[in-house]
């Protein structure tokens, strides 16, 4: 069972920025993908970005405002969100994909106001 441990967010002005961290404990061995989701009051959860080896995905509403992070194989996933809009408000989830299971964050809310 894999842990992932968020922390960051919170409230910011349009046109701020904020980051996200997530910590995976244990780091499973073997390739997985790391990403960030996102729900909106009333919506469904959407992605946001993904990162493997092989991919890297943005979601059309973030592409070139949002960044996806990984400080190594073993190290913590980064999102960092720039220029952040009103539509941006949601909680933000880690997920991490293995071959076998999908695991989630807790959750961090995310608010742009101002």
């Known amino acids: 069972q894999v842990s992932l441990a968020q922390s960051g967010g919170g409230l910011a002005q349009p046109g701020g920025s904020l980051r996200l961290d997530c910590r995976a404990s244990?780091?499973?061995?073997?390739?997985?993908?790391m990403g960030w989701y996102r729900q909106a009051p009333g919506k469904q959860r959407e992605l946001v970005a993904t990162?493997?080896?092989?991919?890297?995905e943005y979601a059309d509403a973030v592409r070139g405002r949002f960044i996806i992070l990984r400080e190594g194989f073993q190290g913590p996933t980064y999102l960092q969100m720039n220029n952040l809009q009103p539509n941006d408000t949601a909680v933000y989830y880690c997920?991490?994909?293995?071959?076998?299971?999908?695991?989630w964050g807790q959750g961090t809310q995310v608010t742009v106001s101002g």
């Open positions: 997920v991490m994909k293995t071959m076998w299971h999908t695991f």
């Open positions: 244990p780091v499973p061995s073997g390739d997985f993908e």
């Open positions: 990162l493997s080896r092989k991919n890297l």
